[in-house]
């Protein structure tokens, strides 16, 4: 059985101020647009061990980030005089519970290797001593900064990797706009990577080339290509491409990506499933007021229970829980189930 709250006056009001809202801010019609994303924050992984450590406890597969050059998938090859031939694009991974529930949502970026960037002079490459040491950046939910750090810390035990807080050294950032998240390269925006940091334009980009850490770059959002692009900058500094009149308020982020359905943070993706439906609750049908059955294991939006096949499949939408009339109850007939079963309770019902 799925346990369903009804659409109705609150559903359609919602939706109306949404709508309201996006006419308000037209925020198709705008042009670019980049926000600094104050409810996220910036961690860094550090250590021989840190693919190892990260690939044992996240969704997805970061172990690209430790293969060299030249050997690596899904890469950005923009050629640019401050700019590694190659750029790793980023991956978005969530922590889950040993049980399998959410726990955060993080970004993970690498920064260009040393050996992949010019010395300080800009004449030659950087130095590399080689110590096998790898060093990722991951944005997350800054409302549950602290815990995530706690968790991380809790799964690290001999493990050779360094976990910190550099939120005060590197900010977020997303731009979007209709245009760019319509533009042709996968992983990096082509002018980015030929304007932005070339020649002397963007201070924190020519930094990048000789050798230390605070240039970066922007990648398309790996979740999806109408978000448009996101990436980590020094932190009291403006990202290259973003025009004094085009920054605007993280709302406005949050409201094209309300509208392109993807939730973000530990706030909108639910920690732990919220429990409504008490175990041994009757079911009942609205309509003739009977009792349908009994629910016996619930969880979340989904659960068992023992129904009375007349009351379950005769008409869809009238079973509801005693006691909480908000929440209907839909009846599921399993895949598993021979198909004589649903027959002969057909030819019954027809009987009768």
């Avoid at 990048?208 to 500094?237: E, H, M």
Wanted: include cysteine.
């Amino acid at each position: 059985m799925r346990f369903i709250k009804p659409h109705g006056k609150v559903s359609k009001s919602i939706f109306s101020v949404c709508r309201r809202l996006h006419n308000e801010h037209n925020l198709h019609h705008a042009g670019s647009m980049a926000s600094l994303l104050r409810s996220r924050s910036v961690v860094r992984f550090s250590g021989p061990e840190t693919i190892k450590f990260l690939q044992g406890l996240l969704t997805n597969d970061v172990r690209k980030f430790g293969e060299l050059p030249g050997k690596r998938d899904n890469t950005s090859t923009v050629p640019t005089p401050n700019l590694p031939s190659e750029s790793v694009s980023p991956v978005y991974a969530a922590l889950l519970t040993p049980q399998g529930r959410f726990l955060y949502d993080l970004f993970l970026y690498s920064p260009p290797r040393p050996d992949e960037k010019l010395n300080r002079r800009g004449s030659g490459p950087a130095s590399n001593k080689d110590d096998g040491s790898v060093e990722l950046f991951a944005d997350v939910d800054g409302s549950v900064l602290d815990e995530l750090l706690q968790t991380f810390k809790k799964y690290r035990l001999r493990t050779k990797v360094e976990i910190e807080n550099v939120a005060e050294e590197f900010s977020c950032w997303q731009r979007f706009a209709e245009k760019i998240s319509q533009a042709s390269s996968p992983i990096e925006e082509p002018e980015a990577g030929s304007v932005g940091w070339g020649s002397g334009i963007d201070r924190s980009g020519v930094s990048a080339s000789c050798g230390n850490s605070d240039g970066w770059q922007w990648f398309k959002d790996p979740r999806l290509v109408c978000l448009g692009y996101r990436g980590i900058f020094p932190s009291g500094t403006t990202p290259p491409l973003v025009e004094a009149d085009k920054e605007t308020g993280e709302e406005n982020y949050v409201l094209w990506r309300l509208e392109k359905g993807v939730a973000e943070g530990s706030t909108e993706i639910p920690k732990e499933v919220e429990q409504k439906v008490a175990l041994g609750a009757e079911v009942i049908n609205m309509k003739t007021g009977k009792k349908a059955g009994k629910v016996t294991t619930a969880l979340g939006c989904c659960g068992l229970g023992v129904l009375r096949l007349e009351e379950a499949f005769k008409v869809s939408g009238v079973l509801t829980v005693q006691g909480q009339e908000n929440v209907r109850v839909e009846a599921m007939r399993p895949q598993w189930w021979p198909a004589e079963w649903f027959r002969e309770h057909q030819l019954d019902t027809a009987v009768a």
